[in-house]
């Protein structure tokens, strides 16, 4: 039976930045030694993975994390996050992903520091590995008009 580790909807135009939402199972302590780790999400049926549920108003055992909206610089003419020295160029693909609870909990950060150099920055609850996807669907996913 597959094993799903979370969802990613990105919703892009181009007259105001993009908006990303993460869905990830809930932590949960596990077993004797009381262990924080994700829930195991393991849908029958489309209506039970994490984007339709998140869509039906099901919120019960997800974790939702969005990027920070950027704030627009009147000098400048553009929309601008703080990614505290770590991106060094600018992209509509660099973003910071914080929890839907507390704006100032960052989990992820990504961004452009040359042509086709990126960086990615991770903490728990995220692993890596998730955050290498979330950051390939951002890269992957085009600006529509």
Known sequence: M??????????????????MNVLLPEVVETGDDKVLRPRIWKPLHAKEELLNCWH???????????????????????????????????????FLL?????VEDLILRFGRVEDGQFVMDVAWPMSPLLALG??????????SG
């Open 2 to 19: 597959r094993r799903q580790l979370g969802a990613v909807e990105i919703s892009n135009s181009r007259d105001k930045p993009r908006e």
């Open 56 to 94: 039906a108003g099901d919120f019960e055992k997800i974790s939702f994390y969005e990027n920070k909206k950027p704030q627009y610089d009147e000098e400048l003419e553009a929309y601008t996050l703080d990614f505290a020295g770590r991106v060094t160029l600018a992209s509509s693909k660099n």
């Open 98 to 102: 914080v929890s839907s609870q507390d």
């Open 134 to 143: 979330v950051s390939l669907a951002s890269v992957i996913t085009r600006t």
